[in-house]
């Protein structure tokens, strides 16, 4: 039991780190502009699980960009397709090709976060306690 309570108090460290830094790239990003798929990286973890790294370009006072995510934007079905990236415009180079209009989901994430750590806290506590 000490391992589940270790692993919920570890990626719950994970969320409450995570959450605020996503929360602050979001509202920096406030600036769109259309950006094109370029291509879709496949990456394998230690496990054997695959993910996906997701390379966009696009152009911003006519400098061209890039920019990397494992998140895929929702415009897109395949290479070639045109969605719209969303940039600080005081640092352009910073995009991401999603923008949440509410900082709900980081709070919930938050949320989410903080039980993990009590909870991990508890399972870990009760599992080397037997």
């Given at each position: 039991?000490?391992?589940?309570?270790?692993?919920?108090?570890?990626?719950?460290?994970?969320?409450?780190?995570?959450?605020?830094?996503?929360?602050?790239?979001?509202a920096?990003?406030?600036?769109?502009?259309?950006?094109?798929?370029?291509?879709?990286?496949?990456?394998?973890?230690?496990?054997?699980?695959?993910?996906?790294?997701?390379?966009?370009?696009?152009?911003?006072?006519?400098?061209?960009?890039?920019?990397?995510?494992?998140?895929?934007?929702?415009?897109?079905?395949k290479?070639?397709?045109?969605?719209?990236?969303?940039?600080?415009?005081?640092?352009?180079?910073?995009?991401?090709?999603?923008?949440?209009?509410?900082?709900?989901?980081?709070?919930?994430?938050?949320?989410?976060?903080?039980?993990?750590?009590?909870?991990?806290?508890?399972?870990?506590?009760?599992?080397?306690?037997?």
């Amino acid at each position: 039991m000490w391992i589940v309570g270790f692993s919920m108090f570890v990626l719950g460290l994970v969320f409450v780190i995570v959450a605020p830094i996503n929360k602050r790239k979001n509202a920096r990003c406030s600036a769109q502009t259309e950006g094109v798929l370029r291509d879709i990286l496949g990456k394998r973890s230690s496990r054997g699980s695959a993910g996906h790294m997701y390379i966009y370009s696009y152009i911003v006072n006519g400098i061209e960009y890039q920019t990397k995510s494992t998140i895929c934007s929702p415009q897109i079905r395949k290479v070639g397709d045109s969605c719209t990236i969303w940039y600080n415009p005081k640092k352009p180079e910073d995009a991401q090709p999603f923008r949440y209009e509410s900082a709900k989901v980081y709070n919930i994430i938050l949320i989410i976060g903080i039980v993990m750590i009590l909870l991990g806290i508890v399972l870990t506590v009760a599992g080397a306690a037997m």
